[in-house]
Structure formats: C-alpha cells, structure tokens
C-alpha cells in the first residue's frame, strides 16, 4: 500500500480497452506497432507448428549430423540430425505453454496481502496487519506515524469505507479505483480502538471496553453517520461465483445517497446491480492479495469503490452480482478460479462526524482524541469489546 513514487498529473477515468482501440494506439507508434507484430507472430507460429514446420523436431538423421544452412535445413542441423528450423518452430509452442502456465500459476497464488518487505513499514499495534480472525483490511490506521513519516507518497484505494485521510496528506492523482496522495508536513498519529478486520470499530456500550470509552473517557470520536454492512454469509445462494452465475443480497437503506464498497477476489471482473434501481456498476479483475492461506478464513480482500446508489424512500434494496465470463486465455489454460465475494458496505454520504465519546454506543467509531492530550492509553485498557462483527458475525445496524 505504501510506496515511493513521483509525482504524477490528475489521471482521467479509464476506459474499456477493447482489440480495436489497441490497434489504433499500435498504428500510431512505431515501437508498439513492432511489439504487436513481433508478439503476433510468435503466437502463429506457436499454435501453427504442426503445419510450419518442414521436419519432425525429433526425427534423427546420422548421415546429416551438424550440416551447415541450406536450401533443405534453413538453419542447418544439430549432432543428431536433426532439423534445427523445425525444432526452433515446436520451441516457441513449448515457450508460450510454459508463459501460460506461470501466469496462471501466480495469478492463482496471488501477494500476500499484509507483506511488506520493507523494513521502514511498521504495523499498528492496534490493527496489526493479521490476528486470530484474519488478515486486516489495510488503511491509514494499519500504519504508525514513523511508516506515514517515511514515505512521502501513499496510494489506497477509494472506497468510502476505509478511515479518514490525516490532514497532512493532499490528493496528487486518482483512478477509478486508486488515490495517489502526497504529505505535506510532518506526519502524526491519532487513537484508534482495536478494529480487528474493519476500517473502524463498532463501539459495543454492552461489554467493558465500551462502557469504559463512553463512561471514562472525555474526548471526541469521528464516526461514520449512518453504516449498512452485508456479510459475505448474507449473499444467496452463493458467495464464491462461477463465470456467468449470479447471487443476491439485500441491505436496508434509509433515503439519501449512499457510497457502496465492496470485498472481493475476481479474476475476470464481475457486475453490479440494484433492483428497481438505476444504479450498475462494472466492477473490474482484481486478485490483489489473494492466495490459497487465506481462500477459508475471513480475509477477504480490500474495500473497492462500487460506485454511489441514489434511494428515494426507505427501504430494502436487493443488489445482484454476476460474474463475467472468461477471457480467451483464461478458456485456453483452464485457469478456473472463482469469483469470491466478501462484505458489501453502504455509508451514506457525508462522510464522518465528531461525536462526544460518550455518545458513540452502537456507532462506528474511525478513530478519537481524548480531551487530555497528555492522558496515553494504557497497554492493559480495557478494548472497546470484540463485537460480533468481528467473528463475522451478523452486525447491529446502527441507527442515526
């Protein structure tokens, strides 16, 4: 998530890349139109060795042992005999099986998602980047002041549901589905409670760690104003999708706008929907993170944009995801990884709001300041309780 880059202009909003606009772009460069030549003809000659080549590749011939070029053997012969132009044509077929193979095989197997090989990236003591429910959905907070400190530049994505730039950070550039952002002073950090596998905390007023914030502790928290979570459990008949299949949730919102993130492993992309709605969104490939450690316990990838759903009146809204069909290649190598779908999020416009901590029951809470700047908190403070949500469990829907 953190790298060191320069700086770049405001990026426009991608579109579709189709075989006749690479074509166009081709036609237009002199490198990218030998690229496109040099790569097309490897595949030919690849998927058409059985007619191009003269010879069997294997076929010995002793009376022809190391024969110079010629009409008969272009490229002469090796110590068996055999033709070298021929075995040079089935060699590229071997070469493109084996590239296939290795894509596949990484793409398969994926980064991990909480590894930084860096040793100027240090993990939050209060959102490590994996515990006993998982690994963590990596934000501003998975990171103490010295990391932000250390490097000038940060790219996250845009969800909606992630915590709050610090104020010592300005947006450089943006995509669809990535920020570029830059610090322009020196970096600090902030409380926050233990979020486990979440961008905030639930504050749970029944156990407590969450009597003691909002009975103990004088001060301020930013929270989310209104939070509507869909679990991964909660998509019907199934969360993990075949190419073409499709599956439901419902999520109850309030009238208003509302930002939609969403969890989610896909090698070929996937659409979303919303019944009765205008709202559609194409959501695009992304296996950042995904490996076979973490495919059976509650990781489930970072939070991407979905776009944002306009409701007219209260009510439940019935979203549908429906897998894309495979690419040609993705057909040609077998690749058959599914798409895996985790949380939806809705957050409803407007972004956050400063609440006394006293008021933050059942409210989901980014991070805080105590009145007394001086007052640290101790190692063995009580936690703000692990909530169900937590254990993926069906979260209490905050009201207001």
Not at 26 to 38: D, E, G, N, W
Not at 71 to 99: C, K, M, N, Q, Y
Not at 101 to 108: H, N, P
Not at 223 to 235: L, P
Request: net charge neutral.
């Amino acid at each position: 998530m953190v790298q060191k880059i320069e700086a770049l202009p405001i990026l426009p909003a991608r579109r579709r890349i189709s075989p006749k606009r690479l074509w166009r772009a081709a036609r237009h460069h002199l490198m990218a139109s030998v690229a496109l030549c040099i790569i097309t003809t490897f595949v030919l000659i690849a998927f058409l060795a059985p007619f191009l080549a003269p010879y069997d590749p294997a076929e010995t011939n002793g009376r022809n042992r190391l024969q110079s070029p010629s009409w008969d053997h272009p490229f002469g012969t090796d110590s068996l005999g055999r033709d070298v132009l021929s075995r040079e044509i089935h060699g590229a077929r071997v070469s493109l099986h084996v590239a296939v193979l290795a894509v596949a095989v990484a793409a398969s197997v994926g980064v991990p998602l909480a590894e930084f090989p860096d040793d100027r990236v240090i993990e939050n003591d209060k959102k490590p980047f994996q515990n006993q429910y998982g690994q963590s959905v990596i934000d501003w907070d998975s990171f103490d002041q010295q990391t932000l400190q250390n490097f000038p530049y940060v790219v996250t994505t845009r969800a909606a549901w992630s915590s709050r730039v610090p104020p010592f950070y300005e947006e450089v550039a943006h995509t669809n589905s990535y920020t570029l952002w830059r610090r322009t002073g020196p970096a600090f950090g902030r409380p926050i409670m233990p979020e486990n596998l979440m961008p905030a905390k639930q504050v749970n007023c029944q156990n407590t760690g969450g009597q003691y914030y909002t009975t103990q502790v004088d001060g301020t928290a930013a929270v989310f104003s209104k939070v509507r979570i869909g679990r991964r459990e909660d998509w019907h008949p199934e969360s993990d999708l075949a190419p073409g299949d499709s599956t439901e949730m419902v999520l109850p919102l309030t009238e208003g706008r509302w930002k939609l993130s969403i969890q989610y492993f896909s090698p070929n992309g996937f659409s979303l929907s919303a019944e009765g709605n205008e709202y559609g969104r194409n959501i695009p490939a992304a296996i950042d993170g995904q490996r076979l450690s973490n495919l059976e316990n509650s990781s489930y990838g970072q939070y991407w944009a979905a776009g944002i759903i306009d409701i007219a009146t209260d009510g439940d809204v019935t979203f549908t995801a429906k897998a894309k069909d495979p690419t040609i290649l993705q057909k040609v190598t077998g690749y058959s990884r599914k798409t895996r779908l985790g949380r939806l999020v809705a957050t409803l416009v407007g972004g956050q709001e400063r609440v006394p901590l006293a008021k933050t029951c059942g409210r989901w809470v980014d991070f805080f300041r105590r009145d007394n700047a001086g007052q640290a908190a101790q190692p063995d403070q009580p936690t703000a309780g692990t909530s169900q949500t937590d254990k993926e469990q069906a979260p209490p829907a905050p009201q207001g």
